[in-house]
């Protein structure tokens, strides 16, 4: 997989970067920065209304991409909505979902949630009066920091009417049992939302499988651009809530006092989208498609499997032991440096970590830690890039005399 | 060799703060957090009837730079008037901490100062 790095013209300017923050944002690669910069300087114009010959193209472009985010993850094309992100997309849903909730009903989510899939859900929750759930994870024992089922069983009850979850864990790696947590929404009849951001890039996502009538993810977390994001919803799901955004080409109709909106998809992308960046998500699925599920899959399991043998020996991972319950994002402590200088010092040997609360205040309270370093793997990362993260640390830990 | 950022006197700050204490009687105080990583730092101020800080102290936790500068900056707040100690700069914190901070780190460097500005314009003075 060595190779891979080749496509990405950030190491041949940066050779000696080790890039490990790919939780936070993934690189993108030569072919997905060239099919951006090809809309903008062949055919740069608005889509759908134009009659003419660029415009027709950008619109068969934006619509082809439609087509390809779809079958990526086994939806139809009039299912997928592009947003500016998760974030979007999770207060997307909240919002349109909000006139559903009375004071008795119950939200829940997980331990997990970023604060995009918390903050939404947590304010519908003040202003409509009713319980926001958090379903647990396990504390000790070799099942630590997995989601707890019985807290789960527990959580969702027949006043739940909408289930909101994390599918991996952007602190600990650990991947939720979405399968089970949806069949437990759907015996209530609840609405089931899966926060994909973390998972996209790294397993194939069925939504038909899942059976969740709503997945969330974005662009720049799978070798896409910022600024660009997926909602999908289940057609029945999409027709049966109001539009979020109101605006231009959103509307069948409209008179001086009210406006018929028109199906899902154009019906939530109100205003021009980003057009450019919704081309270069496409492309950043052939890149994924190039290299190929397995393949993918088999490199990362091999560096994560490395990351954490290696890892484990010089820092204290906060995530669980099993390696078939998690990806390869794992976050550390070192007893005595904070992670802002464990992230600073290994800058200086060009390896670029995240060191904070990860937008996760809750979790990290949970915790019972203020904060914590975070290596994130991807496609192009190598074993090298890990020794040189290890020697790296090692330097932090002399500096600081941690013996 | 000194390190260019950490310095011994940086990374001993770190490891033996100064002033990292509860104030008995304290009329000021005030929390400060860094939302970029979610330290907190709070300041605890006594003074005497002139407006002279015969006591001072923090608490909290924070890496060694925002830990080494809030040991300096209550160890030179001591015996001067809060009227004083609230007016210093952003600069002259850093001047303070004698070292070359970078944009990213910035917010470390200033959450103690933060702290006790606070402290000192949510009183009265």
Not at chain 1, 20 to 27: G, H
Request: glycine share 6%; aromatic share 6%.
């Amino acid at each position: 997989m060595k190779h891979i790095k080749q496509q990405f013209s950030i190491f041949s300017t940066n050779p000696d970067l080790v890039y490990i923050d790919n939780a936070a944002t993934a690189l993108v690669p030569d072919t997905v920065v060239k099919a951006i910069a090809t809309y903008y300087t062949e055919y740069p114009a608005n889509i759908h209304r134009g009659l003419y010959d660029i415009s027709t193209k950008a619109t068969r472009a934006y619509e082809s991409s439609r087509k390809k985010v779809a079958d990526f993850i086994g939806a139809k094309s009039d299912e997928i909505i592009f947003t500016s992100g998760t974030t979007f997309g999770c207060n997307m849903i909240a919002q349109s979902l909000k006139s559903r909730l009375t004071s008795v009903d119950n939200i829940v989510i997980t331990r997990y949630e970023h604060h995009a899939n918390l903050l939404p859900w947590q304010k519908i929750a003040q202003e409509i009066g009713c319980e926001l759930r958090i379903i647990d994870i396990i504390k000790d024992g070799e099942d630590a920091y997995t989601l707890d089922m019985q807290s789960a069983q527990s959580c969702i009850d027949s006043n739940t009417k909408v289930v909101s979850i994390a599918y991996v864990s952007h602190v600990l790696g650990t991947i939720t049992p979405v399968n089970d947590i949806i069949a437990l929404a759907k015996t209530v009849g609840a609405i089931s939302i899966v926060d994909a951001a973390q998972a996209v890039s790294h397993m194939p996502i069925n939504v038909k499988d899942l059976d969740c009538d709503f997945l969330v993810f974005s662009g720049h977390k799978m070798y896409g651009p910022t600024g660009i994001g997926v909602v999908y919803g289940k057609k029945e799901r999409l027709s049966s809530i109001e539009p979020y955004l109101l605006g231009g080409g959103m509307v069948k109709e409209v008179t001086d006092v009210s406006g018929i909106w028109k199906e899902a998809p154009e019906k939530f992308e109100a205003g021009t989208p980003p057009i450019a960046s919704v081309i270069g998500l496409a492309s950043a699925i052939d890149f994924i498609r190039g290299i190929g599920w397995e393949n993918l899959q088999t490199h990362e399991k091999e560096i994560t499997m490395y990351a954490h043998e290696k890892l484990k020996e010089v820092v204290d991972i906060i995530g669980p032991i099993d390696l078939e319950k998690r990806i390869g994002v794992f976050s550390f402590t070192i007893l005595g440096i904070h992670p802002h200088d464990i992230a600073e010092v290994v800058n200086r040997d060009m390896v670029a970590i995240r060191a904070g609360h990860h937008c996760a205040i809750p979790l990290m309270t949970y915790l019972g830690v203020p904060g914590a370093a975070r290596v994130s793997f991807a496609a192009y990362n190598t074993k090298e890039d890990i020794d040189i993260l290890i020697g790296a640390i090692k330097k932090v830990k002399v500096l600081f005399t941690v013996k | 060799m000194d390190d260019i950022l950490y310095k011994e006197y940086i990374l001993e700050l770190h490891r033996n703060p100064l002033h990292k204490k509860v104030v008995p009687n304290a009329q000021m105080e005030a929390k400060e957090v860094n939302t970029s990583c979610g330290d907190e730092i709070s300041v605890q101020i006594y003074s005497n009837t002139q407006g002279v800080i015969e006591d001072i102290g923090h608490q909290g936790q924070g890496c060694a730079i925002s830990q080494a500068a809030v040991s300096l900056l209550t160890d030179f707040c001591l015996g001067k008037s809060v009227r004083e100690v609230v007016n210093i700069t952003d600069e002259e914190m850093v001047t303070m901490l004698g070292i070359h901070i970078s944009y990213a780190r910035k917010n470390c460097a200033l959450l103690g100062l933060k702290a006790l500005q606070h402290a000192i314009t949510n009183t009265t003075i």
